[in-house]
Every structure is written in C-alpha cells, then in structure tokens.
C-alpha cells in the first residue's frame, strides 16, 4: 500500500532553515509528481510546492524564491528546502501523492511534521 513518511520539522527562529523529507513506498515513485502541502492552525490546507515526474516545479506565490522543492528517485524521496523561514510559515506540512486508479483519484497523504518559526 502507498505510504508516505514525513519528517525534518521542528522549532526553528526566524531567518532559518529546514530541510523536510518524504519517504515513499507502494508505488512506482518515478512515474507520480510528489507534492508539499501545509496547514496552519484554524486555516484550510494549501499547496506549498510541486514537483513533476521530469523535475519540474512549480511554488505558492508565499514560499517563491525561499523554498526549494527537489526529488531522489533513487531514494523514494521527496524533499523540501526550507530558508529564511519567517513566522507564518509554521504549520504542518504534508507529502502527497495523487494515484489515479479506474478514473478515480486517489489523494495519500502522510502523518504530516510540524515546522514552527518563533524566536
């Protein structure tokens, strides 16, 4: 079954950085773009970055030109580069993966880790 595994948050200061990763297994990680979700409390979930299957990436107007978005499809891994980070990027920040099967969508989705930026 898909599973996706996050991890890489934590409490960091303003200005700083993170790196997040995302482990992934039960499908063919290659052929799937990956995505970066994130959720701030009391707000619905956005799309931080995506990452096509030939290494195309797109960003949310937010994070453009501070975040980076890469892939190891070596490693089944996903991961998202995270610098000068500033107080309203603290949420929680979701992998994804959307696997269409019989016309139907299927979004997986991990546990999700929890970036906070506070001095």
């Known amino acids: 079954q898909v599973q996706l595994v996050e991890s890489g948050g934590g409490l960091v200061q303003p200005g700083g950085s993170l790196r997040l990763s995302c482990a992934a297994s039960?499908?063919?990680?290659?052929?799937?773009?990956m995505n970066w979700y994130r959720q701030a409390p009391g707000k619905e979930r956005e799309l931080v970055a995506i990452?096509?299957?030939?290494?195309?990436?797109n960003y949310a107007e937010s994070v453009k030109g501070r975040f980076t978005i890469s892939r190891d499809n070596a490693k089944n891994t996903v991961y998202l580069q995270m610098n000068n980070l500033k107080p309203e990027d603290t949420a929680v920040y979701y992998c994804?993966?959307?696997?269409?099967?019989?016309?139907?969508?299927?979004?997986?989705w991990g546990q999700g880790t929890q970036v906070t930026v506070s001095s």
């Open positions: 994804n993966v959307v696997i269409w099967r019989s016309s139907r969508r299927n979004d997986y």
């Open positions: 039960g499908f063919t990680f290659r052929s799937y773009d």
């Open positions: 990452i096509t299957i030939s290494g195309g990436r």
